[in-house]
């Protein structure tokens, strides 16, 4: 079992690798940990290692075909500024897949990476 003090870690299989690099890197706040492209890289934010698996890595291989799209978990980056957020990725050209949606914890959007993976931006509500 990992410690507190050590990442927590989550796989996306990629179809790119590179294209995954270059995509969490340019307009997330990534940085790269360990690249072995085109099989695999790991991207850094924060405590999240993003394990970026391509079709030839060993944890792509270990997933059954039928397990291998994307779903509906996703990563969730916090910001302090949504609104500006959203105006600087569409201005990179990042397409969003929802509109901007508001609840009592706060307001959130999402993206897709290069593969469809969704990763969520969330601004959490102001506290009184």
């Known amino acids: 079992m990992s410690t507190p003090t050590e990442y927590a870690s989550v796989r996306y299989l990629v ?23 085109p099989a695999f890289a790991d991207v850094v ?17 270990a997933t059954p075909a039928d397990l291998g799209t994307p779903g509906r978990n996703r990563i969730h980056l916090v910001v302090d500024d949504l609104d500006a957020e959203i105006t600087r990725l569409r201005s990179a050209g990042v397409a969003f897949r929802t509109d901007v ?17 969704l990763v969520e931006v969330f601004q959490p509500a102001t506290r009184p």
Not at 45 to 61: D, E, H, K, V
Request: hydrophobic content about 40%; charged content about 15%; glycine content about 16%.
């Open 45 to 61: 934010r924060g405590p999240l290692r993003l394990l970026l698996s391509g079709r030839t890595s060993s944890g792509a291989r």
């Open 15 to 37: 179809d790119d690798v590179q294209a995954a690099v270059d995509f969490y890197t340019a307009h997330l706040g990534f940085t790269v940990g360990f690249s072995a492209a």
């Open 101 to 117: 949606v508001s609840g009592p914890g706060g307001r959130q959007i999402l993206l897709t990476d290069p593969a469809g993976n």
